[in-house]
């Protein structure tokens, strides 16, 4: 069964949801990503699923299209690569996920009822495909941020109104930091949706999960800073 072009079962929703994904060569996150939003299809809240890529050499396309995703293609850049995504879907709101996230059962329930009620722009908790003391700490301090800082990051989702992020300017074109640019333009709330977001946490254990900590928490004072967004991308590959 397709997540989009099939036939919406409640009214009420009237299939309000665009769920973007942006992908890189992510044939093998992708399914699992994919599988959990077939619960907002069969309760009539997805409208259609974009699937932004930034060239993939691998099977993600073939994946995409299999589940009946809408695909834009461009130029890279992770802002501009959302970006695109978003002016491609049909729907009212927006869930921006990514493609190694996974979403656990019930959040559809959550999202609807944060949907009927406009209760401004919705984040997800965090919890990684790891268990132990780091992977739970580094959650515990993403959750945390979000909660008192209003600042959460891509790898949680976002759901947004369309309106809210038109008004907003929409994601930069750049290629880091786009999230946190687009989550402090936001015109109204941050809330806490009461669904978790599962993502990997194959980058924390290739890197070390203190190291990478750190190079986060040091791009994330330099982009507040004002460094440019481009040199910092360079720095972050490297």
């Not at 919406?8 to 060569?25: G, K, Y």
């Not at 990684?128 to 600042?151: H, K, Y």
């Not at 999960?209 to 800073?225: E, H, I, V």
Request: glycine residues 10%; hydrophobic residues 40%.
């Amino acid at each position: 069964m397709k997540l989009s072009r099939i036939e919406q079962r409640n009214p009420v929703l009237t299939a309000a949801l665009s769920i973007i994904v942006p992908t890189l060569n992510a044939a093998s996150t992708l399914p699992a990503c994919l599988e959990p939003l077939m619960e907002g299809v069969l309760t009539g809240l997805v409208r259609d699923l974009v699937v932004t890529d930034e060239d993939s050499g691998d099977e993600t396309l073939t994946i995409a299209d299999a589940a009946g995703a809408t695909m834009v293609k461009g130029t890279a850049s992770r802002g501009g690569q959302l970006r695109r995504g978003v002016e491609a879907a049909q729907g009212e709101w927006f869930l921006i996920l990514h493609a190694d996230t996974v979403l656990e059962p019930g959040w559809s329930a959550v999202a609807a009822e944060h949907i009927q009620n406009r209760a401004g722009a919705g984040y997800f908790s965090l919890a990684f495909d790891q268990r132990g003391v780091m992977p739970g700490w580094t959650a515990g301090w993403a959750n945390f941020r979000s909660r008192v800082f209003a600042l959460p990051y891509g790898d949680q989702g976002l759901l947004v109104s369309r309106s809210d992020y038109e008004r907003a300017g929409g994601y930069p074109d750049q290629p880091l930091m786009e999230d946190v640019h687009l989550v402090r333009a936001l015109p109204c709330p941050l809330v806490a949706l009461n669904a978790v977001a599962v993502t990997s946490a194959g980058g924390y254990r290739q890197s070390g999960w203190l190291r990478r900590g750190t190079r986060n928490l040091w791009t994330l004072a330099r982009y507040f800073a004002g460094t440019d967004p481009a040199r910092l991308a360079d720095g972050y590959r490297r």
